[in-house]
């Protein structure tokens, strides 16, 4: 088990409600799509480095602030020896390498060259490091996850770990000798607790609560054509089954987090759910799940 798991980004998150209750731009929907595969490809690194049978300290997704710089590191793995710093990529297609970056052989478009990101994330780390008080080696690597990708005139130096050495890359951290020490465990949780939540330079669309559609979606297939009976909240499009109370709770959970400065009421939540025309039935799940403050009209659920 991981020392610090990998939570979903509030960004990405905040973009996965707004896919589906509002028409975003062509812009914004590559935007979440970019950070929908780049999630799912961090998770995908983080199901191989959870095998690992060697003694290391596992940190999964790190936003950090040095000298007010905000950098992030994708995982971190502390050893006995070393601190190895991976940068996760989950491009696809044929690439060719140049310094300034890599360019699509199909299409002939060029992405900056993640050595420039990994680079600055290790130099912000090390001042991270030196101010903290730790002297730690660090090694870096890009690891790129899709195994549909390829690089061409990449040198063999380059700290690029491709899809077919992944394999050889876990059997080195699973050889690495000796335990993490007292001091290394302190600076882990010591990171866990710098680690930022959220950053301001990710830009969420514009939007206002009255041009999203209402509604709750179903859990499978994310279609607004559900019903609600005594129990089930049923999909008319895939025929999924979801609790009212777990799909109205879920929906709640949007509504706070596109709303944290609206009360969650009775009446607000009855609003943005809509398929539940019951309000004694949203009070009383608002009540088994959430903290009661307030009285009669004046009552809200924390």
Request: glycine fraction near 4%; charged fraction near 25%; proline fraction near 3%.
């Amino acid at each position: 088990m991981a020392f610090k798991e990998r939570t979903e980004p509030i960004i990405l998150s905040k973009l996965r409600i707004l896919n589906k209750r509002l028409d975003l731009a062509d812009e914004e929907k590559r935007y979440f799509s970019y950070l929908d595969k780049g999630y799912k490809g961090e998770l995908q690194f983080d199901a191989m480095t959870e095998k690992l049978t060697s003694s290391c300290l596992i940190l999964n997704e790190l936003l950090l602030e040095v000298e007010r710089t905000t950098f992030q590191i994708d995982t971190l793995i502390i050893f006995a020896g070393t601190l190895y710093l991976f940068e996760i990529k989950t491009n696809q297609g044929d690439y060719l390498y140049k310094q300034e970056g890599l360019t699509s052989i199909t299409t002939g478009v060029s992405i900056k060259n993640p050595l420039d990101q990994l680079n600055r994330s290790k130099l912000l780390f090390k001042k991270l490091l030196n101010q903290l008080g730790y002297n730690f080696k660090i090694q870096g690597s890009v690891v790129f996850i899709n195994p549909e990708f390829t690089l061409y005139h990449a040198h063999p130096d380059l700290p690029f770990i491709f899809p077919t050495q992944i394999k050889r890359l876990l059997e080195n951290l699973n050889n690495q000798p000796g335990k993490p020490s007292a001091n290394q465990y302190k600076l882990a949780n010591k990171l866990a607790s710098l680690h930022q939540i959220e950053t301001s330079y990710n830009k969420l669309p514009s939007f206002h609560y009255d041009e999203l559609k209402k509604g709750i979606t179903c859990s499978e297939c994310e279609s607004f054509s559900v019903e609600a009976n005594h129990k089930y909240l049923v999909c008319k499009d895939c025929g999924s089954k979801e609790l009212v109370e777990s799909a109205v709770m879920r929906t709640v959970e949007e509504f706070r987090l596109l709303f944290s400065e609206r009360a969650i009421t009775t009446s607000n939540i009855q609003e943005w759910c809509v398929v539940i025309q019951n309000d004694k039935r949203i009070r009383r799940i608002l009540a088994n799940n959430l903290t009661v403050e307030g009285t009669r009209k004046w009552t809200n659920y924390k």
